[in-house]
Nanobody, 121 residues
Framework: QVQPVESGGGLVQAGGSLTLSCAAS?????MAWFRQAPGKERAFVAG????????VYADSVEGRFTIFRDSSKRTVYLQMTSLKPEDTADYYC?????????????????WGQGTQVTVSL
């Protein structure tokens, strides 16, 4: 059983930056970040393929967030810049066996417990 483990959440002011980390033991996976704001459904944020490191971003974070991986550490990072209050959410790391990034929740086989990000005005 693979258990992705997130870290790096916290409180940051609008316009600030924060980097989340996700470590997943075992074989290499295609990894993604999702987020869930209070009262809203969990939504795709960014993903990176394990085959060619192709990246995919949600329109709402394109140009502000960067996903990258350190394969030697089996760790994926989400660098978040120019943060806005609407980025406030619980952020979840997910892993899937397939080689392509998918944006649907059901496409992912393993999920972390989540880390909270709060962006204040």
């Amino acid at each position: 059983q693979v258990q992705p483990v997130e870290s790096g959440g916290g409180l940051v002011q609008a316009g600030g930056s924060l980097t989340l980390s996700c470590a997943a033991s075992g074989r290499t996976f295609t990894m993604a970040w999702f987020r869930q704001a209070p009262g809203k459904e969990r939504a795709f944020v960014a993903g990176i393929s394990w085959t060619d490191s192709n990246t995919v971003y949600a329109d709402s974070v394109e140009g502000r967030f960067t996903i990258f991986r350190d394969s030697s550490k089996r760790t994926v990072y989400l660098q978040m810049t120019s943060l806005k209050p609407e980025d406030t959410a619980d952020y979840y790391c997910a892993a899937r066996h397939g080689g392509m990034v998918q944006t649907g929740l059901k496409e992912y086989d393993y999920w972390g417990q989540g880390t909270q990000v709060t962006v204040s005005l």
